[in-house]
């Protein structure tokens, strides 16, 4: 995987599993330094495995404690089934 | 010419004074093959090279503002600052090194008088040399020795959770159970549980996010809360244990950054009744008479947010009817291709199997994973869970 970064938003690239925590972890912490909103594009993400959503979970919560929130933007069909199957689609903003 | 007696006997005294020092010089490097304490190598190379120096004092700083102690019990010495007037030693020599890994290792060697030559300062170098080496092999056999007893306490514990999964299955009349659990590492955070509580089946069929340790620990909390909620909630029903559990392990698992997919279920023989309820699990197949279904989710996994809205999916269940609940270790196994086994694969097999009991089934699921993983590694924890229903008395 690899990350993209623009103003408060991430782009992943590849699988997203527990090899890329760190990574993304340290990507997200730069990003809600700069702004508590942050929008994580899952576009071309084509895995994420269940330590990666508990990675966005995570997020989720930094996110909220610090008054904003993680909105995941325009997750691929392999994540969006994961999302739905999981129901964690209604523990998330989605756009 | 002839030597007079005073020349012969300096002579003879110089002999014997090398013949000493090449003795030495033997023991000295004989030391570090003898022993990987630091403490020990240290003290043995500062006594042996101080009579080889013909020092009063020999000190060893192996970091700035660290000396280590010394063959004669001179201490607190900074690196290349002998305390000299404290002990009346008027002369020093220092040989300064780097360690192996980089770090600076000093040797000072001191005497009250005679001012150390050439060959002294060499040889000081040598000491300082040695000493680094013995100091940098002492240390990276105690971070070994350390690191080994991590490693045990971590496969005792791994052993520990893993014991909390159930080794016996529940005997039941009209209902055969598989269940199985093979950990991708030495722990895992799959789980499974159950009970029987005044005649009524409860389980739990659960997946710890993460890996490793912590996931395997909290696997336990789960089993724990599973077992408590079963007797306490039991009655109420699956979305009561299902709270229960929610209320008990919630705050650790999010303090943790993890959460658990889980399935809780309650079958009673006396009514043919199955009710389950599932928090972000998958997969969940229900297979009857008409084909198989997809048992979804109806809340997000335990420990995303605080469960609300819980409903229970409820069904009579007739002979040969079968409840079928994986974990994503299974269908997201990989060929050594990179294709992933899948749901569909699951499903078709589920639809399809001929087998007379759960445990054959379940057997056959595992044997078509190995098949289809062939020489790719386990990937993730693979959890199995089988419930196949038969006539009730």
């Given at each position: 995987m690899h990350i993209t970064k623009s103003a408060s938003e991430l782009q992943l690239h590849g699988r997203f599993d527990a090899h890329e925590i760190q990574l993304f972890r340290s990507r997200l912490e730069e990003a809600i330094l700069s702004s508590p909103n942050v929008r994580v594009d899952?576009?071309?993400?084509e895995f994420v495995d269940s330590t990666a959503l508990a990675e966005l979970v995570r997020g989720m919560k930094h996110c909220r404690e610090a008054g904003g929130d993680l909105v995941l933007v325009s997750p691929s069909d392999p994540v969006r089934i994961i999302l739905e199957l999981t129901k964690l689609d209604a523990a998330f903003i989605i756009d | 010419m002839t030597a007079d007696n005073a020349q012969i006997e300096s002579l003879v005294g110089a002999l014997v004074d090398a013949n000493d020092q090449l003795l030495a010089l033997y023991d000295l490097a004989s030391i570090t093959a003898d022993s990987l304490d630091e403490s020990e190598v240290v003290g043995r190379i500062l006594s042996r090279a101080q009579g080889l120096l013909r020092a009063d004092a020999l000190l060893l700083a192996t970091e700035p503002e660290h000396a280590i102690g010394n063959a004669v019990d001179v201490a607190k010495l900074r690196l290349g600052q002998a305390d000299r007037s404290e002990q009346g030693l008027s002369t020093s020599a220092v040989a300064t090194v780097s360690s192996p890994d980089g770090n600076p290792v000093a040797v000072s060697a001191l005497r009250h008088d005679n001012p150390f030559g050439t060959a002294d300062t060499k040889l000081l170098e040598a000491v300082a040399k040695m000493l680094a080496g013995a100091v940098h092999t002492a240390r990276l056999h105690e971070t070994a020795v350390a690191q080994a007893v991590i490693n045990r306490d971590h496969d005792t514990a791994s052993k520990l959770a893993q014991s909390a999964l159930p080794k016996w299955l529940p005997e039941l009349d009209g209902v055969d159970l598989f269940a199985r659990s093979e950990p991708a590492r030495s722990a895992g955070g799959d789980l499974y549980t159950f009970a029987v509580v005044d005649g009524i089946l409860h389980f739990s069929v659960g997946d710890v996010s993460g890996k490793g340790l912590p996931a395997a620990m909290m696997m336990t909390n789960v089993i724990s809360a599973s077992n408590a909620a079963f007797q306490r909630h039991g009655p109420e029903g699956p979305v009561a244990i299902l709270e229960a559990i929610d209320r008990w392990v919630y705050q650790s698992l999010s303090d943790a950054g993890l959460f658990v997919t889980i399935l809780v279920g309650s079958y009673n023989p006396a009514s043919n009744e199955l009710a389950v309820v599932n928090a972000g699990h998958s997969p969940v197949v229900f297979k009857d008479a008409t084909g198989i279904t997809t048992l979804g989710a109806c809340a997000p996994p335990v420990g995303v947010l605080p469960l609300d809205n819980l409903e229970a999916l409820s069904r009579i269940v007739a002979p040969g009817d079968r409840l079928v609940v994986a974990s994503d270790g299974l269908t997201e196994q990989q060929s050594p291709a990179g294709e992933m086994f899948g749901d569909d694969r699951l499903d078709k097999l589920i639809e399809t199997d001929t087998c007379s009991n759960a445990a054959e089934f379940g057997a056959l699921l595992f044997d078509r994973i190995e098949m289809f993983a062939d020489v790719a590694p386990q990937s993730d924890d693979r959890t199995l869970f089988i419930l196949e229903f038969g006539e009730t008395p």
């Amino acid at each position: 995987m690899h990350i993209t970064k623009s103003a408060s938003e991430l782009q992943l690239h590849g699988r997203f599993d527990a090899h890329e925590i760190q990574l993304f972890r340290s990507r997200l912490e730069e990003a809600i330094l700069s702004s508590p909103n942050v929008r994580v594009d899952l576009q071309d993400v084509e895995f994420v495995d269940s330590t990666a959503l508990a990675e966005l979970v995570r997020g989720m919560k930094h996110c909220r404690e610090a008054g904003g929130d993680l909105v995941l933007v325009s997750p691929s069909d392999p994540v969006r089934i994961i999302l739905e199957l999981t129901k964690l689609d209604a523990a998330f903003i989605i756009d | 010419m002839t030597a007079d007696n005073a020349q012969i006997e300096s002579l003879v005294g110089a002999l014997v004074d090398a013949n000493d020092q090449l003795l030495a010089l033997y023991d000295l490097a004989s030391i570090t093959a003898d022993s990987l304490d630091e403490s020990e190598v240290v003290g043995r190379i500062l006594s042996r090279a101080q009579g080889l120096l013909r020092a009063d004092a020999l000190l060893l700083a192996t970091e700035p503002e660290h000396a280590i102690g010394n063959a004669v019990d001179v201490a607190k010495l900074r690196l290349g600052q002998a305390d000299r007037s404290e002990q009346g030693l008027s002369t020093s020599a220092v040989a300064t090194v780097s360690s192996p890994d980089g770090n600076p290792v000093a040797v000072s060697a001191l005497r009250h008088d005679n001012p150390f030559g050439t060959a002294d300062t060499k040889l000081l170098e040598a000491v300082a040399k040695m000493l680094a080496g013995a100091v940098h092999t002492a240390r990276l056999h105690e971070t070994a020795v350390a690191q080994a007893v991590i490693n045990r306490d971590h496969d005792t514990a791994s052993k520990l959770a893993q014991s909390a999964l159930p080794k016996w299955l529940p005997e039941l009349d009209g209902v055969d159970l598989f269940a199985r659990s093979e950990p991708a590492r030495s722990a895992g955070g799959d789980l499974y549980t159950f009970a029987v509580v005044d005649g009524i089946l409860h389980f739990s069929v659960g997946d710890v996010s993460g890996k490793g340790l912590p996931a395997a620990m909290m696997m336990t909390n789960v089993i724990s809360a599973s077992n408590a909620a079963f007797q306490r909630h039991g009655p109420e029903g699956p979305v009561a244990i299902l709270e229960a559990i929610d209320r008990w392990v919630y705050q650790s698992l999010s303090d943790a950054g993890l959460f658990v997919t889980i399935l809780v279920g309650s079958y009673n023989p006396a009514s043919n009744e199955l009710a389950v309820v599932n928090a972000g699990h998958s997969p969940v197949v229900f297979k009857d008479a008409t084909g198989i279904t997809t048992l979804g989710a109806c809340a997000p996994p335990v420990g995303v947010l605080p469960l609300d809205n819980l409903e229970a999916l409820s069904r009579i269940v007739a002979p040969g009817d079968r409840l079928v609940v994986a974990s994503d270790g299974l269908t997201e196994q990989q060929s050594p291709a990179g294709e992933m086994f899948g749901d569909d694969r699951l499903d078709k097999l589920i639809e399809t199997d001929t087998c007379s009991n759960a445990a054959e089934f379940g057997a056959l699921l595992f044997d078509r994973i190995e098949m289809f993983a062939d020489v790719a590694p386990q990937s993730d924890d693979r959890t199995l869970f089988i419930l196949e229903f038969g006539e009730t008395p």
